[in-house]
Structure formats: C-alpha cells, structure tokens
C-alpha cells in the first residue's frame, strides 16, 4: 500500500473559502494512470494535479473528475505553492514540464506567477447551437481555442456574465469544450465565468488556463499589456496578468487548507 501526502489549497485567493480548491500529491514516481484518476475522481475538485521530480523541476499532471486536461492553471499554481511553503522553501522559482509545454512559476512578494503559453482566439465561423441554446443568450460574438478546446462567448457586460444561467446539459454535449463567457469588468479590465460539465466540472471557481487566451483578446482590445481579470464565479477570484506575446504572466495569492494522506 502507498502512502501519499495530500495538500488542498485555495489558489486566487488570500483566505480560505474563496478562489479556486485544488487537490496537490507529490509523487516519487507515476502511479498507473486508472489509479490518478480514481484518486481525483475520489477527491471530486475541479483540479487535482500530480508531480514528480525531473532533473531541476518536475513534470506534472492534471486530472478533473472524469478525465486528465492538457493545462490547468490554478492547480499549477497550487503545486508551486506546496514546493515553495512546504516542501522546498528555500526555492525562488520553479519549472514544470507539462503536455502543454514548460511552466514557470516564480514567487512575487506575496503572490505567484505562473508563465504560460499564450493562445489566440479564432472567430468561429458556425456557432453550434447547443452552445446559444445553453448559454440562453446571444453573444457578441463567439471565438474557439483548439490547443486548449473552448468556446469564448464574447458579452456586452459584466452584469451579462453574472446573470447567466445556462442549460448545462446542453454544454456538456460540446465535449471536449468548454463555455467561457467574458465581458468588460466594472472593477477589473475584464470578468469571466467558466462551464466545463463534460468534465465533472458544472462551473470552475477560477480558471488560470482560459485566461491564456483572455488575456490577449483583452490586451489587444484595450490596448494595454497588463490586464487585471475577475472570474465572477460564487467563489469569486482575481488574476493579475500581463501579456507578452508567446507568453502570459498570471498572478495571484494561494492559501493552504488541509494537509493529510492517502492509502492507495
């Protein structure tokens, strides 16, 4: 029987209860694949990530409830967290080798910022319509992402984003896609929201990986480089981004909620 240590922590956010919970577990090595996802199956949060040593860094692993995902965001933010209080504390910065590349994750002051891949949104041209009827509205616009699949439902508010509703039967049958919704922000340059029901995940609190992608769009369309987003969740949490072409920097704080063990 292995023994491995759990962390759950609450990334995009400076007190528990808020941001986005992630499930952590350091790894001496890979466990078979059935067992990870059993494991995150078990621990039913949006995210829980896997990491094992690798050279200077690690190479790690995310899984939702049903399925592993190519990038997840606050969930690296939450393995950076643990090396940095937990694990290693004499580190300054760490990088992850992932399906999606390099991750570099640096601590700033108070806060974290993870360096990712910048994705840009391609107008798409048919919009299913499981995607209009579920979301109860019609967008602006709507744009794709295919290296990390998502629709991008372009609103004219951040009230627009806060008020929907959506059918989530109906997104869950764009699998492998998820919904994004965005509008200008009231307090922040931009709000958001995410539906991800294909994946076990009805909503996700904060989501560092889709603001690869809102980042740019957001950049260009206000014309500055450091973008401050909101993700308009019930939970609710806040990302400080910069765009920098190939690369976007994401910010934000992380707290630790519970430390324990698994049997497996």
């Known amino acids: 029987m292995n023994k491995i240590n759990i962390y759950q922590i609450d990334t995009f956010a400076n ?14 090595h890979w466990l ?51 090396i940095f209080t937990e694990l290693e504390p004499e580190r300054q910065s760490v990088q992850f080798e992932s399906k999606s590349g390099p991750l570099k994750v640096t601590q700033k002051g108070s806060m974290f910022e993870m360096n990712f891949p910048s994705f840009l949104m391609m107008p798409c041209q048919q919009q299913p319509e499981n995607l209009l009827n579920g979301l109860k509205v019609q967008p602006q616009e709507v744009f794709v992402v295919e290296a990390d699949p ?13 008020a929907i509703e959506p059918d989530l039967y109906l997104l869950e049958q764009l699998h492998p896609y998820g919904v994004i919704v965005t509008a200008p922000g009231i307090q922040s340059d931009c709000v958001s929201r995410c539906f991800a029901p294909s994946y076990g995940i009805p909503e996700d609190p904060v989501t560092g990986s889709i603001h690869s992608a ?47 063990n698994i049997y497996v």
């Open 15 to 28: 007190k528990i209860f808020h941001g986005n919970p992630a499930a952590v577990c350091p790894l001496e």
């Open 32 to 82: 078979d694949d059935v067992t990870l996802q059993a494991i995150a199956q078990e621990n039913n949060l949006a995210e829980t990530a896997f990491f094992i040593p690798a050279d200077d860094g690690f190479h790690i692993r995310w899984f939702t409830p049903t399925q592993e995902v190519p990038l997840c965001g606050h969930a690296t933010l939450a393995c950076a967290f643990v």
């Open 150 to 162: 998502n629709y991008y439902a372009i609103l004219a508010t951040e009230d627009e984003v806060r």
């Open 214 to 260: 809102l980042v740019p769009y957001w950049a260009n369309r206000l014309k500055k480089e450091e973008i401050h987003a909101h993700q308009a969740s019930p939970r609710g949490g806040d990302l400080f981004c910069k765009y920098q072409g190939d690369r976007v920097l994401i910010r934000g704080n992380a707290v630790k909620y519970l430390t324990g």
